[in-house]
């Protein structure tokens, strides 16, 4: 069974900087694309990033482009997404999926695996 443990997250200034993890296990990723999402109260789900887990292509939203950073450790089965320059804008529950794809994904209902979800909070 596939599972995706996500952390990181936490309280940060406007500015600041939070690097998400997400630990993958259950299966061999390497067939696999792993996305970011995030939501905030009252919002849809939204796309933030993601990675191919073979060859390590990435893909990033607008409002997140040369802020965040996907990236992966192959020999610890995970992904991680830097954070920089952090806005409150950002504040959002962050969620790791997957969905076993060659091609980079951007729409939620295509991934079949999610993690938990980790709070990120960034004051002004």
């Known amino acids: 069974q596939v599972q995706l443990v996500e952390s990181g997250g936490g309280l940060v200034q406007a500015g600041g900087s939070l690097r998400l993890s997400c630990a993958a296990s259950?299966?061999?990723?390497?067939?696999?694309?792993m996305g970011w999402f995030r939501q905030a109260p009252g919002k849809e789900r939204e796309f933030v990033a993601a990675?191919?887990?073979?060859?390590?292509?990435?893909s990033y939203a607008d409002s997140v482009k040369g802020r965040f950073t996907a990236s992966r450790d192959n020999a610890k089965n995970t992904v991680y997404l830097q954070m920089n320059s952090l806005k409150p804008d950002d504040t959002a529950t962050y969620y790791c999926?997957?969905?076993?794809?060659?091609?980079?994904?951007?729409?939620?209902?295509?991934?079949?695996?999610w993690g938990q979800g980790t709070q990120v909070t960034v004051s002004s």
């Open positions: 990675i191919r887990w073979s060859g390590g292509r990435t």
């Open positions: 259950g299966r061999t990723f390497n067939t696999y694309v």
């Open positions: 999926a997957a969905t076993r794809s060659l091609v980079i994904n951007t729409r939620h209902r295509e991934y079949d695996y």
